[in-house]
């Protein structure tokens, strides 16, 4: 089955700074790449995501990053906030496939 | 229009104790699943559901049973608590199968703790 793995476990950046979180999948099959965020004691929202016959898609500022050939796509989130210290779960499924599969999740923080 | 409601948000349970999980969605969302989320593993499939009548087993499904009798409510039970059960469950929905391809909508979760 897929697996996906997801670093860095812990991020720290500079309010301002960007910064990006990778995460690669095992099954060449997968076609669709979402990324959620999970606010302290809610449960994970649907950021943005992208398909396989897409290499980025940008969504004010954060982006996704993909490359099929190397089985890794990337977030990039640019002129870090502190609302955006949250839990990032990357993720991977197949266009017919019956579950989703999550990365181990990265947590950032945002100092101001 | 609720989205995806769970009960209870905290539990605390004995080793040995039963208890179910409730979850129930308004979108009339045919697919339904259970995750755990656990630190530094993420969230993993417990069981779903693609529609009424029909469950099935994801990646951790031992210890846990499901029935889906109706489109809205999807209850995940623990048999016989054992510690290494603690942890957040989340329970999700998506207009179907193939909506998966156009995200979850998440519950606010559970917290269980088995002491």
């Known amino acids: 089955g897929e697996n996906v793995e997801q670093h860095p476990s812990t991020l720290s950046v500079q309010e301002g700074d960007s910064a990006v979180i990778k995460c690669t999948y095992s099954?060449?099959?997968?076609?669709?790449f979402p990324w959620y965020k999970q606010e302290l004691g809610k449960g994970p929202q649907l950021i943005i995501d992208i398909r396989s016959n897409v290499g980025e898609k940008k969504d004010q500022r954060i982006a996704v990053t993909l490359n099929k050939t190397a089985k890794h796509f990337s977030l990039h989130i640019t002129e870090t906030q502190p609302e955006d210290s949250a839990v990032y779960f990357c993720a991977a499924v197949m266009e017919y496939g019956n579950k989703l599969v999550f990365g181990a999740g990265t947590i950032l923080r945002v100092k101001s | 229009n609720a989205g995806v409601t769970q009960t209870p948000k905290f539990q605390v349970l004995k080793t040995g104790q039963s208890m179910t999980l409730q979850c129930a969605q308004d979108m009339n969302h045919e697919y339904m699943s259970w995750y755990r989320q656990d630190p530094g593993m993420g969230l993993r499939l417990i069981h779903y559901s693609v529609g009424a009548g029909i469950t099935d087993q994801g990646e951790v499904p031992n210890g846990y049973n499901v029935s889906r009798s109706t489109t809205e409510d999807f209850p995940l039970r623990l048999l016989s608590a054992a510690p290494s059960q603690t942890s957040v469950y989340f329970c999700a929905s998506s207009r179907n199968r193939q909506a998966l391809m156009r995200g979850y909508t998440f519950g606010s979760g559970t917290r269980l703790t088995v002491v």
């Open positions: 099954d060449s099959a997968s076609n669709y």
